[in-house]
Structures are given as C-alpha cells and as structure tokens.
T-cell receptor, first 108, second 112 residues
Framework: GQSLEQPSEVTAVEGAIVQINCTYQ??????LSWYQQHDGGAPTFLSY????GLEETGRFSSFLSRSDSYGYLLLQELQMKDSASYFC?????????FGTGTRLQVFP | DADVTQTPRNRITKTGKRIMLECSQT?????MYWYRQDPGLGLRLIYY???????NKGEISDGYSVSRQAQAKFSLSLESAIPNQTALYFC???????????FGQGTRLTVV
C-alpha cells in the first residue's frame, strides 16, 4: 500500500518562512503534488515535482527526494492568507493519494 | 460557472436512506474521482474512473457505489446511509496522470 505522513499542525508569524514535510511509503509513483485548502473551501493545486529537486513558484517552493522518500513545501514571506491546510499527494498509476494534511496558522 | 460542480452542497439524511451525490465537469477530462474528507484523515479515495466503461475502487469503497453516466458526469451513491458516512465529499477531475486535479466545492453530508 501507500501512506503519506505530514505534521498535523504548524504555526508561524507573518513574514517568516515555514517548511511542511511529507514522508511517504510507496513502491513507485509519478510525482508529488501539493494542494492548499482554506476552511470551507476546496483543495487547489500549488505545485508538482515529477523529478527530484526543487520547483519554485513565486513564494512557494516544493522539493522531492525519491531516495529519501521525502518531500517538502516551503512557504516564504508568509501572509495571513496563507493560513490553511496543506496536503501532499502522490500520483500512482492513475490514482491520486493524499497525505493527512498540515494545518498552518499564521500569526501577526 | 465552476468547472467542477457538485450537487447538493449540503444534505442531511436519515440512517438507512439511499442518497446520490452528483458531479459534473466542463473540463473535458477523462479522469474523475470521489474523495471523502474527515478531520485529521485527509482526503481518502472512494472510487475513480477513466471513462464510462472503467470504474475502479479506491481505498474506502465499502458502502459506496458509483455511476459514470457520461464523460462529464460521475455520481456517488450511498445505498443505505449510516452515521459514520457523515463527512465532506469531494469530486475531482484530472486531465492525465501528471497534471493537477480540479475539485468541486464539496458536499457536506450528515447522516442522522
């Protein structure tokens, strides 16, 4: 089977940098994605890593290391609007399997 | 109009009743998914479909069934609802195995 583990909660202050980790156990996948979900809303796509290394999209970056079964989402210059839940997701065959989610709270 | 539309948005039903949640999309995607979200458990895959003739079970399919009526429509049914099926349900579509998923706004289902 496959499982993805994330910290349940992370807190930070505005302007700071925060890293949300995702560790996984699976035997083969196409890539690791990250999604953001605000309270009461639907998940929305943030970033995708098909290959090992760092992908940067504005204030958000995502990293994947297949050898370490590990990835992370890096959020820089945190803003209050970044308070949300963040999910990593593995693309395996045609399934998309999500992690347990990390709730990020940004304080002034 | 939203690309992925779920109906109803909220529903309260009684134990033992049959209920159908509907999803339609205008993205033209072949891949459609149903997920269930519970606090602390993330999004768990119930069923997924590649086309009208291809339906696959996900992690937690027991107690659920689906129908892919057309490329654009994918319905989830609870044949006999039970209280532990109370959850937030999301439909999603994807163009291929490498690209992002697009989610509907969710259906909040309460079984009493």
């Amino acid at each position: 089977g496959q499982s993805l583990e994330q910290p349940s909660e992370v807190t930070a202050v505005e302007g700071a940098i925060v890293q949300i980790n995702c560790t996984y156990q699976t035997s083969g996948f196409y890539g690791l994605s990250w999604y953001q979900q605000h309270d009461g809303g639907a998940p929305t796509f943030l970033s995708y890593n098909g290959l090992d290394g760092l992908e940067e999209t504005g204030r958000f970056s995502s990293f994947l290391s297949r050898s370490d079964s590990y990835g992370y989402l890096l959020l820089q210059e945190l803003q209050m609007k970044d308070s949300a839940s963040y999910f990593c997701a593995l693309g395996r065959t045609d399934k998309l399997i999500f992690g347990t989610g990390t709730r990020l709270q940004v304080f002034p | 109009d939203a690309d992925v539309t779920q109906t109803p948005r909220n529903r309260i039903t009684k134990t033992g009743k049959r209920i159908m949640l509907e999803c339609s999309q205008t993205k033209g995607h072949d891949r459609m998914y149903w997920y269930r979200q519970d606090p602390g458990l993330g999004l768990r895959l119930i069923y997924y479909s590649f086309d009208v003739k291809d339906i696959n079970k996900g992690e937690i399919s027991d107690g659920y069934s689906v129908s892919r009526q057309a490329q654009a429509k994918f319905s989830l049914s609870l044949e006999s609802a039970i209280p532990n099926q109370t959850a937030l349900y999301f439909c999603a579509t994807r163009g291929d195995r490498y690209t992002e998923a697009f989610f509907g706004q969710g259906t909040r289902l309460t079984v009493v």
